[in-house]
């Protein structure tokens, strides 16, 4: 019998461009120090540690009881589709027709679909660094330029509106915002987005606004592009059920964007996921109509353990870091240590049992930061907190 050898595995070239998204894998890696016995503080992954609200859970499962287990249209349940309308329409005080609401699985797909939908090799998309890894990823993946747009500490990561308009060319196709901002936690004032709104001017560039965060705000209030005269038709929103209602597994989330846009992103549903789990968009609606008072219990506790921590980070040899004022994460800033971001969070995982991410894994901009997110309990928090000053002073 002749032997069958194995063949080279031929990938395309635009898988040498796709980027990913560092806290997987972290978590992977801590997971297998776990396996080993070690004891983690777990403080790397974007997801609130909460349960799902009860009200939600049952209106999940009577939905798969009832028999909300089949297809369902490829841009969502007309039934939710309706309510997304309705809560945009509430929340950022712009009519919103059902038909300009695509349900997809979570809030990543918009930003790979809206991409895909729109964006062509050669054309400039502009990105906040540091900043969510996908939109670099996907802007790469797709052959065009990830134009970065650098968020710094002394404009409490807010975007500099000349740096914006210096940035703009002929090709600019796509402005990313993301209020609040992961992973440093800022958020854009009316004032800001006015400010960037103006930068932009009336050229022929689409904003995708990432307000994942939106209910997640400790200070101020959120503020979307999507307000602003004359935005609507230019913007698209992305925002979703993950962190809001601490829905990750579930994968639900929606783009708000025209008509004549929203018919194409559900083609790329279609011929992708066919359609976002009917049982998880029944309970969508029960989420956005139902009872909010686990959305603001939530809100509370992220403040109280973000004031914890930021409060011990300060004390830290090294460390000093500014107060978020949204999403669940601290983004101190290290430069203090001498160590480099990759390096110091490798150290911390390792050495210490406190797994966080290097600034580096939101772009080149992040680098002398760390992320450490607040989605774990008060406790884990102190004692992630004593392991950090422990390790210091060992080492630094
Ligand atoms: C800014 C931002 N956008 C989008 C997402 C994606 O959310 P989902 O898990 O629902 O796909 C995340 C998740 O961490 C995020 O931080």
């Not at 054309?123 to 802007?139: C, K, Q, T």
């Not at 110091?344 to 797994?355: C, K, P, T, Y």
Request: net charge negative; proline share 4%.
């Amino acid at each position: 019998m002749t032997a069958i050898t194995q063949p080279a595995l031929r990938l395309a070239k635009r898988m040498s461009r796709l980027g990913t998204e560092t806290a997987f894998e972290v978590l992977v890696k801590a997971r297998a120090l776990e396996a080993k016995g070690r004891d983690i503080v777990h403080l790397e992954i974007g997801e609130p540690d909460f349960d799902t609200p009860a009200n939600v859970i049952e209106a999940g499962a009577n939905a798969l009881h009832k028999g909300w287990t089949h297809y369902s249209p490829s841009a969502g349940l007309p039934q939710l589709r309706q309510a997304i309308a309705e809560e945009v329409e509430r929340t950022r005080g712009v009519k919103v027709a059902p038909e300009e609401v695509v349900v997809v699985p979570g809030g990543k797909p918009t930003i790979f679909f809206l991409i895909l939908a729109l964006i062509e090799e050669g054309d400039e998309v502009i990105y906040p660094n540091p900043g969510f890894p996908i939109y670099e990823s996907m802007v790469n993946f797709l052959g065009a330029k990830a134009v970065p747009i650098r968020l710094r500490e002394e404009r409490d990561f807010g975007m500099d509106v000349d740096e914006l308009k210096s940035l703009i060319t002929d090709r600019t196709k796509l402005v990313i915002l993301n209020s609040p901002h992961n992973p440093t936690g800022g958020i854009q004032t009316e004032r800001d987005v006015r400010e960037i709104a103006q930068a932009i001017g009336d050229r022929d560039v689409m904003v995708l606004s990432d307000e994942i965060y939106s209910r997640l705000i400790f200070e101020g209030s959120h503020f979307s592009i999507l307000s602003l005269d004359g935005w609507k038709e230019r913007t698209v929103l992305l925002d979703g059920f993950s962190k809001t209602y601490a829905m990750t597994g579930w994968r639900l989330g929606y783009g708000v964007m025209r008509a004549d846009l929203a018919t194409h992103v559900a083609r790329l549903m279609t011929n992708s996921n066919s359609c976002t789990a009917s049982f998880t968009q029944v309970a969508g609606i029960e989420a956005l109509r139902g009872d909010q008072t686990s959305v603001d219990k939530m809100c509370a506790e992220f403040k109280r353990r973000r004031d914890l921590m930021v409060a011990g980070l300060n004390e830290i040899k090294g460390f000093s870091c500014r107060l978020p004022k949204g999403a669940f994460y601290t983004f101190p800033n290290i430069t203090g240590t001498g160590w480099k971001s990759k390096k110091l969070a490798d150290a911390l995982l390792d050495d210490a049992g406190v797994a966080g991410l290097s600034g580096t894994a939101f772009g080149d901009y992040g680098e002398g930061y760390l992320r450490f997110s607040v989605a774990n309990s008060m406790e884990n928090l102190e004692k992630a907190l004593g392991r950090i000053e422990e390790w210091t002073k060992k080492n630094l």
